[in-house]
């Protein structure tokens, strides 16, 4: 939406021949690609897998996808959470926190109460949306500023963790084992399923519906949305209500996929320190009123792209960051200079 | 520090070999701890011809490693040297490597201690929750009663949490009336050094004060000759790791101990015993190793102050480290 | 349909501090059934604070409103939308990052559910635009990509086009281009002779007023100090009020000078 | 500035009598107080004093009041610059790293190049605003978004640090023992002092010079500073040159302090999260365009005062975060609640 | 002084495209040395495109811009006030989190070394206020809480109060109330019969531009297509122009209509 082209001007633009049929079709494709502000990313994403699969000729194997899709898939999840909460102006630093206690809240439900399964999994969820909805409520009610109510209930959940679990991992419950694993997880494309999946919904939900239109709104002009009549105080906590969730589901998907319940799943800022650099990768404003869920997606495949294609050729840990550094630097230079050309060439 | 040839003479004895590479998956890619493992995977290499790449997580994020893992597989490493930090997570991917012909051995970690968490050939290390239990161990033989703080940085995390744990359990199995709290420092140091420097303000008659990480350590050093406290009732005082604060602090009485977990042997192992594996073609399996842990004391702290050496990590220059006279012994 | 005898809306004794800046003393104010009332003033007067309580934005610290001769405590915009009040603020209240057609239908989307209709916003965005005589080549462009009187426009279009039954515009015509300002005048009057919409007007063009107003009020000192028909007044005397106003202030301020300053 | 107060309108208020001499001096004093904006969080830092003092009577002891002081002061500086790059609209991640090299530049001079003490510091300090500059380059001239530029920066000097250094602390350089160091950190007082100077400078920098005006300007409406003329590249590149050398003067500071060089000084991106938290509580905007250093000083004071509170009151460790991240978010919401009230209260 | 024949402006085949859209095709203009010129135009028709070419803040594609004689090519805003030229924009650029009287100096501050002067910025600002007869309770209040007539007063004085020689004033009175636009307008004609400045104003409201412009032009089609001395010409005849415009544009749209939907 709101990033396409004006039509050309009837003051006389002089208006070049309209080309044939095929070619005109392909124009317009390509147009129409080129129109979408994800494209550029895209085109950084598909050339750093030019560049490594001429490296290494493992990089396009299934079994090599098949790890990026693991890497990418979590995160992405997160990240389009992320997406929709800065793009209503705000921040959520403890996602990461729910994402670790997430499985344990599973694991308490199942273990210690003998919750069946799925109940089990979706109280998780519940809960997770509470944690939301409070983030949300000191937030807006409470006027205090997203990034401190987030700092403060990361460092709420990771006590309440790390108390009730002694700072332990355990093992995946029981009655999850089999099929509810392999779905939510451990199937080799069961997370990049549902990242797919959730990517599509949500970017759906913010370029198709009035939930959408509204959590634009009140991050890009908070007065005019709220002169408007847009409720921002139910746009902002539903959003952090949004983040909270799939925060806990990414957590759910990685304890099953790595087949432990493990209190560092998030790497306590990790996540969302990840998830926003796929974000403002993806186009993304940190300030609010802008953002698109697809290009957070591929901002998180090309941090991933990056991390396992130079494992692949063997980089080793310190001279990693060095390499990497200089990776994220040039190719969002190439971004930058691909989108301006983007920009420019519109017909 | 890979060896930049591109495949493999004959070296000594052994026979002309494929360049192998050998993967080490690390919970803490970027800890100092593991400066002098690299060295000896490195310095082994050398020796056989072959390379070696460490990868894994900087911050013991589990699912980091599991795809490091992975990624190896998929690259076709020759062996997989493996820090098993979790009981489960890499029981999948350790099976996986071994399906695909990739020998997989774990150092520095090996899962819980009822279960080691996977089906790798071998350990070659010496426990985390073992040597927090030797740290403990050693303490109990200053002190019967009061009060020991056992520093953390980062709680929760793999490397470090199972030694505050095993330490904690040493106290316990004593039957001592002591009590002991683990307290939170930080990953950043300098955090760290104010938080045991308020800890011990609001505790003056604390009796004990004993660190699981290497910042940690150092800081509860600076911190006891700061207020001198062993002229107040500090009984004991200990932890882990040679940072240079840490060994002078060990010489000048303000720590008793500091343990030497010799880390150049958990990277020098492992790769020979990978390449021993691939050399006889599987007949010389890999052995459980245990690399074992070594107390600096004043009394033998003397050396690791003297000397820069590549295996504590302290320098970069191969070289010959003499020493004389008698070996200390029971 | 003929216009009721009630008053669409009725304001009384309302009153509006900032802090230590009162904007609004007591206000006293009514609106009847399908009158156009043009409310003026000097700029900081207050004019757009009273819209802002009757659209629900603010909060009156005293008085009350009666909408249809009902009392309501205003909670908010939506409230006030509910109850059939729309308002044009004088900062337009677009999102820059949306497009025009989202912009005009902002908070008032057509669905097809669960989705947007955009193409029905769309088709009916360019409908409106042009019956306002408001040149856009595209309306999926953003707003922030517009000219001043074209954002404008738009806004205009958002309250003017809803099924409000009381309109409040607030300076609806600062940036228009003669020709649109004339046939949003237009519009107003259509409005008007339907009866079924009571609409308040601030403006600083008093001709503008005057075309299309029927009564007339003066907002001076947070107070409603003059309310006349249209018929009754000219741009003339109104120019007077005002600068009158301004005059005396002067020289009592001159002789406040003297008084302080020896 | 610009938190003023508005004076009685003209339009008939009606004035309360003036009070008496003595009262009104007082009262004219509380106002002025109250009127800043840093003066909720100032009496939230006097409220967790009482309670803690309360809680055990060490707290205000010389001993533990420096040590408050040296967990306070590093941050704080990086803090400082922190909110001017987030005034003028930009963030920087990558602060923590130079706070790490920057010790490690000086030991590389002095060290293998044999240069002397003094000029070693320096260059350590000219390095650190070269990497600014870079950053601001990127940033502004290739428009990639600060906070992608500064993650690839974070990574690239982090892979810098650990290739050099082979992640192995070092001792302080021989030549700047006694007296450098006495001044630069290791004196009981040395941080607070140098943190206090820069707070000073900067603040007068923000509230009272063109700089800060300007700052103000490009950050609160970047289209309305480029139409009045002011050249938003030189302010943003200028405020991230600021950060990035007193994260290096920070680093150097911590270094002299805790008596070592190591990899480990800023924890990575901690001491950068922690500035920014400090910031935010002060009242800084993450959006940009508003914020007061005093404000960060103090948001740094009340955390490190929870942080050594509850060590003081021996609170372990896996509870420690529980408490924690209670006492922020009430803290902050006492915070909020006393603003509220300041603006209130307003005469 | 007596105006010299030079010009002050001169701009030449200046054409501006924003991607597909043609804003500005040919624009030829003059303004006379200490004349205040007129330009009025459609909403959307390229006014303040053409404002922003000449401030240096928007790069013309095309065409040359002519100071004094001098061919300059405006590298920035910055630049184009070195050359004299100072800008009021219809967005006011207006900084909300400063206060009025660090907006009314912005980039332009009363410095004493190293600090602001905000003593004499604060005095000048409550005076240059009170000389355009706008009440403003206290210059030390954030300009995010004001009027929108206030905003709008202090961007002119901005403007109005340096000392540029050429003053490019877009709709300056867009928000004004009839007393403080009447004062402005007196500030303008006070600055025109110095003779050191050269004017021009955008403005929508035609017996406010016939009554201090020297000249009028006509923006339309991204080109200049009216040009006469204000003594030439009359608001019905301005007006005419514009509608009659719109009344064929409307009548062709309409019969392409017809011809592409048979
Ligand atoms: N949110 C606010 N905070 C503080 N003061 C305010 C606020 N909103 C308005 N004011 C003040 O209230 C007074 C009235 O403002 P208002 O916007 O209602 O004036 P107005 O009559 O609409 O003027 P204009 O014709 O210039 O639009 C002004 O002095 C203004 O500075
Ligand atoms: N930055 C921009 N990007 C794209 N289009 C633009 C941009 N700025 C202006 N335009 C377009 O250029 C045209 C001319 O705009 P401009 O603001 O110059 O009009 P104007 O004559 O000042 O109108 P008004 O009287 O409404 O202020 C409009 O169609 C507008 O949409
Ligand atoms: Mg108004
Ligand atoms: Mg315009």
Redesign the pocket.
């Known amino acids: 939406m709101s990033d396409t082209i004006?039509s050309p001007a009837a003051t006389g633009a002089d208006q070049p021949e309209p080309p044939r049929p095929a070619r005109r079709v392909l124009r317009t494709a390509t147009d129409a690609f080129l129109r979408r502000r994800e494209a550029s990313v895209l085109l950084v994403a598909i050339g750093l897998v030019v560049y490594f699969q001429a490296s290494t000729p493992i990089f396009l194997t299934t079994d090599n996808l098949r790890n990026i899709a693991q890497a990418t898939a979590p995160t992405a999840i997160v990240a389009v959470g992320i997406v929709l909460l800065l793009v209503s102006g705000e921040i959520d630093v403890s996602v990461g926190m729910v994402a670790a206690l997430a499985p344990y809240l599973m694991h308490y439900a199942i273990d210690l109460y003998s919750i069946p399964a799925i109940p089990a999994i979706l109280l998780a969820l519940v809960i997770a949306a509470g944690i939301g909805f409070v983030n949300g409520f000191i937030t807006i009610r409470l006027k205090v500023p997203s990034f401190v109510t987030t700092l403060g209930t990361f460092y709420l959940l990771y006590g309440v963790l790390l108390t009730t679990s002694h700072a332990y991992p355990v093992a995946i419950p029981e009655p999850t084992k089999g099929n509810i694993q392999t779905w939510l997880g451990a199937g080799d494309w069961a997370t990049l399923a549902w990242c797919l999946l959730v990517v599509a919904i949500f970017h759906i939900v913010l370029t198709q519906t009035r939930w959408g239109l509204h959590t634009i709104s009140v991050g890009g002009n908070p007065l005019g949305a709220t002169e408007a009549g847009i409720r921002a105080t139910r746009v902002k906590t539903g959003n952090f209500m949004i983040v909270s969730v799939l925060g806990a589901f990414a957590g759910l998907l990685e304890a099953f996929r790595i087949n432990s319940i493990d209190p560092n799943i998030g790497g306590g800022t990790r996540i969302t320190f990840t998830a926003i650099a796929a974000a403002v990768i993806g186009g993304t404003a940190l300030a609010g009123g802008s953002g698109t869920v697809i290009g957070a997606l591929l901002g998180m495949l090309v941090l991933a792209e990056l991390q396992n294609g130079f494992n692949l050729l063997g980089i080793s840990a310190n001279s990693f960051f060095l390499i990497q550094g200089i990776a994220i630097l040039a190719s969002m230079i190439a971004n930058q200079y691909l989108s301006r050309l983007r920009r420019a060439g519109r017909t | 520090g890979e060896d930049q040839a591109t495949s493999a003479d004959a070296f000594g004895n052994f026979p002309k070999t494929p360049k192998w590479k050998f993967v080490f998956v690390c919970h803490v890619t970027t800890n100092p701890f593991f400066t002098p493992t690299q060295y000896g995977a490195e310095d082994a290499c050398k020796l056989i011809g072959a390379e070696y790449q460490w990868t894994g997580s900087v911050n013991s994020v589990v699912a980091e490693m599991v795809d490091a893992t992975n990624t190896a597989i998929s690259s076709g490493a020759d062996g997989i040297a493996l820090a098993v930090v979790d009981k489960a997570a890499f029981r999948g991917p350790v099976d996986k490597a071994l399906d695909a012909g990739i020998p997989v051995v774990s150092y520095n970690a090996d899962g819980a201690r009822d279960d080691v968490g996977s089906n790798r050939l071998a350990y070659i290390g010496q426990g985390l929750y073992e040597s927090g239990y030797a740290l403990g161990q050693r303490a109990l033989t200053q002190i019967d009663s009061g009060e020991v703080a056992g520093f953390i940085a980062t709680p929760g995390q793999l490397n470090i949490q199972p030694r505050i744990d095993g330490a904690q359990q040493a106290f316990k199995d004593s039957g001592k009336p002591i009590t002991f709290t683990p307290v939170a420092t930080n990953a950043d140091v300098t955090q760290g050094l104010s938080i045991i420097d308020a800890y011990v303000q609001g505790h003056q008659n604390v009796a004990g004060l004993l660190a699981v990480d290497a910042g940690s350590t150092q800081s509860v050093g600076q911190v006891v000759g700061k207020y001198k406290l062993r002229d107040k009732g500090l009984k004991v005082a200990g932890g882990f790791d040679l940072v240079p604060e840490t060994l002078a602090a060990v010489k000048s009485g303000d720590l008793d101990y500091t343990i030497d977990q010799q880390p150049y042997l958990q990277g020098f192992l492992p790769v020979f015993a990978l390449y021993l594996y691939k050399l006889s073609g599987g007949l010389i399996s890999p052995t459980q190793t245990n690399t074992g842990l070594l107390f600096v004391t004043k009394d033998n702290v003397d050396p690791y102050q003297n000397s820069k050496t590549r295996y504590e990590g302290s320098d970069t220059a191969p070289k010959l480290v003499e020493r004389s006279g008698p070996i200390a012994h029971e | 349909m003929e216009a009721a005898p009630t008053q669409a809306l009725r304001v009384e004794n309302i009153a509006k501090r900032f802090g230590a800046l009162t904007a609004l003393r007591d206000v006293n104010l009514h609106l009847n059934q399908g009158e156009v009332l043009g409310l003026i003033g000097d700029n900081g007067a207050g004019k757009s604070t009273l819209i802002k309580i009757l659209s629900g934005f603010h909060k009156p610290d005293e008085g009350r409103i009666l909408v249809e001769g009902e009392e309501v405590a205003l909670r908010s915009v939506e409230h006030a939308r509910q109850v059939g009040i729309d308002t044009v603020y004088q900062d337009l209240a677009l999102v820059n990052e949306l497009s025009v057609y989202h912009n005009m239908f902002l908070n008032r989307e057509k669905i097809r559910w669960p989705l947007l209709n955009n193409r029905l916003m769309r088709r009916l965005a360019k409908q409106h635009l042009d019956d306002m005589g408001v040149n856009?080549?595209d309306v999926t462009?953003e707003v922030a990509?517009?000219?001043?009187?074209?954002r404008q426009a738009i806004a205009v279009a958002r309250s003017v086009y809803s099924d409000a039954r009381i309109l409040l515009l607030d300076e609806p015509l600062a940036?228009m281009?003669a020709k649109e300002g004339t046939l949003i005048l237009d519009l107003i009057s259509d409005l008007k002779a339907r009866g079924t919409v009571s609409i308040i007007i601030i403006a600083h063009n008093y001709a503008q007023v005057l075309q299309v107003c029927d009564r007339v009020n003066v907002l001076q000192h947070g107070e409603i100090t003059f309310d006349k028909p249209t018929s009754q007044t000219s741009q003339q005397e109104l120019t007077d009020l005002v600068v009158a106003e301004y005059r005396a202030g002067r020289a009592a301020r001159a002789a406040n000078n003297r008084r302080s300053n020896p």
């Open positions: 004006a | 856009i080549q462009v990509k517009l000219s001043g009187g074209q940036a281009g």
